[in-house]
């Protein structure tokens, strides 16, 4: 698992963090998680899951409920580990 800071989110994927923001509102974006008690990050391969829905003609529809089963999941796999 590779985790991103909003800085390397906007140089791969040329997100600014402004339009980050605005996406994760709208639910078409993974929301960060957090990597310590003031800094957060994104799991790379979830962002790579998004950005392949829409490069294969995902509407923000399919994308958003893309996003929550990626939250779901990420749920699931916290109540496994403990």
């Known amino acids: 698992m590779t985790i991103l800071r909003y ?5 791969e994927y ?5 339009s980050n ?11 960060p998680i957090r990597i310590g008690q ?3 990050g994104f799991i790379k391969e ?6 392949k ?5 995902a509407d923000d529809d399919a994308v958003r409920a ?3 089963k990626i939250h779901a999941d990420r749920k699931n796999a916290a109540g496994q580990a403990v």
Do not use: N
Request: aromatic share 10%; proline share 5%; net charge positive.
């Open 7 to 11: 800085s390397d989110v906007a140089k």
């Open 38 to 40: 003031r800094s957060a």
């Open 14 to 18: 040329k997100v600014p963090r402004g």
């Open 53 to 57: 829905a829409r490069i294969a003609g």
């Open 21 to 31: 923001y605005e996406l994760q509102y709208k639910g078409l974006f993974p929301l």
């Open 46 to 51: 979830e962002i790579d899951q998004v950005f």
């Open 66 to 68: 893309l996003v929550r």
